[in-house]
Nanobody, 124 residues
Framework: QEQLVESGGGSVQPGGSLRLSCTAS????????VGWFRQAPGKEREEVSC????????EYADSVQGRFTISRDKSKNTVYLQMTSLKPEDTARYYC?????????????????WGLGTQVTVSS
């Protein structure tokens, strides 16, 4: 069964850090771009970051540029999102998704596989 599972979410204080993991089972992430998206209550889902299959291109939303880092470990079939200097506005449910193709896209309809998400809460 093809599945994506996110982990690593939690509650942190402003300025704190978390590392999210997205692990695939039943299929390989090697030939797909993988994106991280987030959705806060009452807001639309937005792309946070993406990494292409060859790992030579990454994308970040302006709001997280310089604070978040995406990476992938093909030996573990896992993509990570290292989040530092977290802010209350980063509070959301974070989802990973695989693209149909090997390059990133900002359109959620080009990501057919999604995990169930992991909650990140930043609060003092």
């Amino acid at each position: 069964q093809e599945q994506l599972v996110e982990s690593g979410g939690g509650s942190v204080q402003p300025g704190g850090s978390l590392r999210l993991s997205c692990t695939a089972s039943g299929f390989s992430l090697d030939y797909h771009a993988v994106g991280w998206f987030r959705q806060a209550p009452g807001k639309e889902r937005e792309e946070v970051s993406c990494i292409n299959s060859s790992e030579d291109m990454t994308e970040y939303a302006d709001s997280v540029q310089g604070r978040f880092t995406i990476s992938r470990d093909k030996s573990k079939n896992t993509v990570y999102l290292q989040m530092t200097s977290l802010k209350p506005e980063d509070t959301a449910r974070y989802y990973c998704a695989t693209a149909r193709q090997d390059y990133c896209s900002p359109y959620t309809n080009e990501y057919p596989y999604w995990g169930l998400g992991t909650q990140v809460t930043v609060s003092s």
